[in-house]
DNA sequence: GTGAAAGCGCTAACAT
DNA sequence: ATGTTAGCGCTTTCAC
């Protein structure tokens, strides 16, 4: 448990003064060349390791970016943490992370842990029940960017990042029309979260736009999980006439439908076709395979960071692109599949 | 973007020293209650927030704990993740996450920054090619604890929390064995990991003890991702005679060669048994559900930071407890079961 | 029970 | 191209 080395210390060593040594090793300009080398050198035989929290104390940044994400064992949240921390490390920056479990308490408590922390920007996915968003008002004031992606909330001072929930709803829906359903369930979570009512209204104008009724009863909100997916396949099971289709919010929940519906004798996309939402790998493992909406979770993860980076460095205004919607895609397999493709 | 507040601030507010300031927030006994009341509630007011940066720039603390993991995206990781954040916050401490991608190389470099981080411990998931641990040398000789989990290696100064694979395979095993599976085939990852090597030890004495022959050609080695598990499948479609179980190391790999094996007409477990690993929500999905052993990602990302927690707080001398076994179990479902159970 | 003073290690003005 | 100086905000002796 030796001391550690100071730029004091090389600056000793090399015969220079501690201000050469530090610009040297921030690869400053005006060093010379020479020195630049020498105190590298030394410093590295002597095992120097810079000390984060002088330099941040002194420049009043510190290199880290906050992350709240409802839960950190998903799927898709665990693919955006990917992309995330791919860019953050390249960029030099550390991931602080910490999870709401969905709920607007414990979020209210981690934004004030990530505020203590200096974050130099924050990168957040909303609980279910959060309300409002008064516990980012600090940071909004301080200036410290705060960017949502995926369950985002309308506000004039930080930069969403999202699909468009609306347009891939949409195209979900469609496609089961296009397949001969007539009587479409729609299975999906907390309408107070933005991606799912959003994706209701995708359903909704889909049906419009194909003169088919929209009717409230065929729409079954829970919270997406595997029960609930096996519970919506018993109230699609009693509904009367008997739907013959389902767009789910959720591969995991859609897929868990799908199979008891199978176990209740119904044929799969024969009787009922089924789209999920997400393309987790789980989509290609039931039978049959999951029609699904690729969503783009590591590349979410990515430009959510690259964007606050650029704006950290002042690259870019996050006020101007107030919004970043990403490309989403319908991937079709045989889970709702009818008809030859076109 | 006004000012912070500091100490000095609430001191001329109060009408006492900053050392009385300092003393009153961190709930110092010699403080007279009343003074400590009047600074909490200026404190609050002036909305104060402390300096992580000064403070762990005087105390030589950081309250941050590293965790270097193959992959953020892996059902099992993230689950680890979570609970690991979770007893984190609880204890006050932060959590930064990097991921090795799997490669030696990128793990040593996440090393060196966790190590400038000056996190206070060090929690690991190894590489699969790391050939030795020296990246981590200077964490022991700065006395910093580095905490293996799961992809471990064996090191006197660290300790390791693991489930007992050997033990887990070998029940895998024997359960096809008991289910009357003659020619078992072991699927797993690279031997170097000690997991996929302590799997293949179970498995191969699971065999001696049942008096079957252990069958080199019948291990197959490869990464364990989905299409793996269908290259999988036709290597076992070839072998002749055409064994009757399978052992894979991981519940995706086998899903995916288990639907493969269906495909090519086979029925599961009528003519092909198969026992996946990890106990993923995937196993609860295909058809037939997969026999899998149950590891706990969530609970051993909990114990893995209380261990650290304890050591760091001086509660408990992790080089004492060098190894710390949780539990796991095999879970039987319908892709291995062709008797009734006992 | 409270305060004065020093210093953790670094960087940014401002010289030279 | 390099050095001097000051200070980021906090904690911790040591003194009263």
Redesign the interface.
Known sequence: ??KDITIYDIAKGVGVSPTTVSRALNDHPAVNKKTKQRIYEIATQM?Y??????S??RKQR?N?IGVIVP?????F???V??GM??VA?EAGY??????SMGTAEKEIA?AK?M????VDGLLVSLATDTENIDHFE?FF???VPVLFYDRVAEHKQSTSIIIDNVQAAYRATTHLIEQGCQRIVHITGNLRINVYAHRLKGYKYALIDHDLPFNESLVIVNDLT?EAGIEAASQILAMEPRPDGVFVSND?CA??CM?ALKQAGLSIPGDIAIVGFNNE??T????PALTTIDYP??EMGEVAVRSLINYLDGLSDISITNTVTLRSELIVRGSSLRKPQV
Chains 1, 2 share one sequence.
């Open positions: 448990m030796d095992g390791r810079s000390n984060m929290f002088a941040n104390l510190t880290t839960h950190l064992n998903s799927s949240q665990s693919s943490m990917a921390e791919k490390t550390n991931l602080i992370i910490s999870q981690n842990t505020f203590n922390s200096r600090p004031k301080k200036g595997e995991f897929a868990n199979n790998p789980i290609r493992v039931v039978e979770g590591y």
